[in-house]
C-alpha cells in the first residue's frame, strides 16, 4: 500500500518535443506528491510539486495533471531540451509526523536528443 | 546557494568491515534525513532527525546500522559489519521541519561499494 508505481523505465524523446512520465499509488493518505530530478552523480532536487486538491499545476515548461479518483498522477515536460536529460523521481507524502518521509517511485531516465 | 554537505563521496571497503558517513545539513534546517538509493531504484529513508531527536528509524537495519545527531547539527551513519547487499547511495537531506512538507534538500550521496 506504501508503494508508488513509475512508468516508463526509460524515455527518449527528440528535443522540441513533448516526455510525459506517469505515476500510480494506492494509499489514500498520501496529500503531497512532488516530483524529483536527478543528474548522474548528483542528489534529487525538488522540480515541482501539487496537492490534490487541484488537478493542474505549471510551473514554466513542467506540469503536473493528478487525478484524484484514478490515484494517479503526471509529469508533462513541453519543449522539452538535452539538458532536460535526467532521472526523475515521482513521490509521494502522508504529511503529519511523516512530513519527511518521501516514498519515491523507481524512476525515469528521461534522453533528451538533440 | 546553501547546500548539503556529505563525506566521503566513495567508499570501497570489503564486507565485515566498519563504515562512516557524515553529512552537514543546511544552515537552520532542523530535520535531516538519511535516504538509501540503490542502483536503478528510488530513494528510501532510513532515518529521519528533528533537532538531536530520532522521529523515525523504522526501516534502518538497527542490527548494524546506527545514526547519530548528538548536537542538532551535523550527522553520521554508520555501517558495521558492512555486507554486500548494503552497497548503495547514501544520502542526506535536509528540511525547515514540518511545514516543509515533503520538501527536502538532498545532498550529493555517498557511493558506497561493498566487496
Known amino acids: 500500500q506504501q508503494q508508488v508505481k513509475q512508468s516508463p523505465q526509460s524515455l527518449i524523446v527528440q528535443k522540441g518535443g513533448i516526455s510525459i512520465i506517469n505515476c500510480a499509488y494506492e494509499?489514500?493518505?498520501?496529500?503531497?506528491f512532488p516530483w524529483y530530478q536527478q543528474f548522474p552523480g548528483k542528489g534529487p532536487a525538488l522540480l515541482i510539486a501539487?496537492?490534490?486538491?487541484?488537478s493542474e499545476k505549471k510551473e514554466g515548461r513542467f506540469t503536473i495533471s493528478f487525478n484524484k479518483s484514478a490515484k494517479q498522477f503526471s509529469l508533462h515536460i513541453m519543449d522539452s531540451q538535452p539538458g532536460d536529460s535526467a532521472t526523475y523521481f515521482c513521490?509521494?507524502?502522508?504529511?503529519?509526523?511523516?512530513?519527511?518521509?518521501?516514498?519515491f517511485g523507481q524512476g525515469t531516465i528521461l534522453t533528451v536528443h538533440p | 546557494e546553501a547546500e548539503v554537505a556529505q563525506s566521503p563521496r566513495y567508499k570501497i571497503t570489503e564486507k565485515s568491515q566498519a563504515v562512516a558517513f557524515w553529512c552537514d545539513p543546511i544552515s537552520g534546517h532542523a530535520t535531516l534525513y538519511w535516504y538509501r538509493q540503490i542502483l536503478g531504484q528510488g530513494p528510501e529513508l532510513l532515518v529521519q532527525?528533528?533537532?538531536?531527536?530520532?522521529?523515525?528509524d523504522s526501516q534502518l537495519p538497527k542490527d548494524r546500522f546506527s545514526a547519530e545527531r548528538l548536537k542538532g547539527v551535523d550527522s553520521t551513519l554508520k555501517i558495521q559489519p558492512a555486507e554486500l547487499g548494503d552497497s548503495a547511495m547514501y544520502l542526506c537531506a535536509s528540511s525547515l521541519g514540518p511545514g516543509a512538507q515533503g520538501k527536502l534538500f538532498f545532498g550529493e550521496g555517498s557511493r558506497l561499494t561493498v566487496l
Open positions: 532527525f528533528q533537532d538531536e531527536s530520532v522521529v523515525d
Open positions: 494509499n489514500t493518505a498520501f496529500d503531497y
Open positions: 513521490a509521494a507524502n502522508a504529511g503529519g509526523t511523516s512530513y519527511g518521509k518521501l516514498t
Open positions: 501539487i496537492r490534490p486538491d487541484v
